[in-house]
């Protein structure tokens, strides 16, 4: 399995032989290590509605085909206003099989409105299954405690966000990964803009001093094999 930050809150995930992207968000990133013309995927999974995590989504989904799995009111308006053909429309606490394995929707502490204006459903998380491994990705948060029922199985990778005012900033990430106890953890959410840059020494040095996680962070562009 091979994870890919492409800057941001956007993974490129290929694993168990497919090839999704995590919250598309490349054209209009400043961070970004690539264009969303660039982007081959056969599934694109969607946290919330925030233009910060969906901005290309459409225009990836209609160029190459890929399902487009979000919560049921994202999949539905995506299907609804840019004519997105493959949707996928669940909600937290399901899960399903997708090109890159078992996918589970779980609760994300945030807020979700579609760049229209449109409710946006409850804002999401995702724990993925595959080739025997378990990823959480918690994407766009705040700390909350009900964390620690997603370690039940055990963790591999937890990717967490670090770049404060929007969602959990570095130490609430720091606890929120001593909750997890998962065997690495990569930061994300951070770096884009002046609001959420963070110093990522200082998380990683806090990281291997308060858990026994390993922490990685990565540029955009790099990747990890796990
Ligand atoms: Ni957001
Ligand atoms: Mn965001």
Request: proline share 4%; with cysteine; aromatic share 8%.
């Amino acid at each position: 399995m091979k994870l890919t930050w492409l800057g941001h809150a956007t993974w490129l995930i290929e694993a168990a032989g497919g090839r999704a992207i995590l919250d598309p968000f490349l054209d209009d990133n400043p961070a970004a290590s690539m264009k969303a013309a660039q982007v081959e995927v056969d599934t694109i999974l969607l946290s919330h509605g925030h233009f910060d995590h969906m901005a290309d989504a459409a225009a990836i989904a209609n160029r190459t085909g890929a399902t487009v799995v979000a919560n049921y009111e994202i999949a539905t308006w995506i299907a609804k206003t840019a004519g997105v053909k493959n949707v996928v429309g669940m909600n937290l606490g399901g899960s399903t099989s997708v090109s890159i394995g078992t996918l589970k929707m779980v609760p994300a502490w945030h807020s979700s409105q579609l760049p229209d204006g449109t409710y946006g459903g409850a804002p999401a998380g995702f724990i993925l299954t595959s080739e025997g491994k378990r990823i959480y990705f918690a994407c766009d948060t705040a700390l909350f405690s009900d964390m620690q029922l997603f370690t039940h199985g055990g963790l591999d990778v937890a990717v967490l966000p670090i770049g404060d005012f929007y969602t959990m900033g570095i130490d609430d990430s720091v606890l929120a990964a001593k909750l997890l106890g998962a065997r690495m953890v990569l930061p994300t959410h951070h770096g884009t803009w002046p609001p959420i840059t963070v110093d990522t020494d200082e998380w990683g040095a806090a990281i291997h001093r308060d858990t026994s996680s390993k922490a990685i962070v990565l540029k955009p562009g790099e990747a990890i094999e796990i």
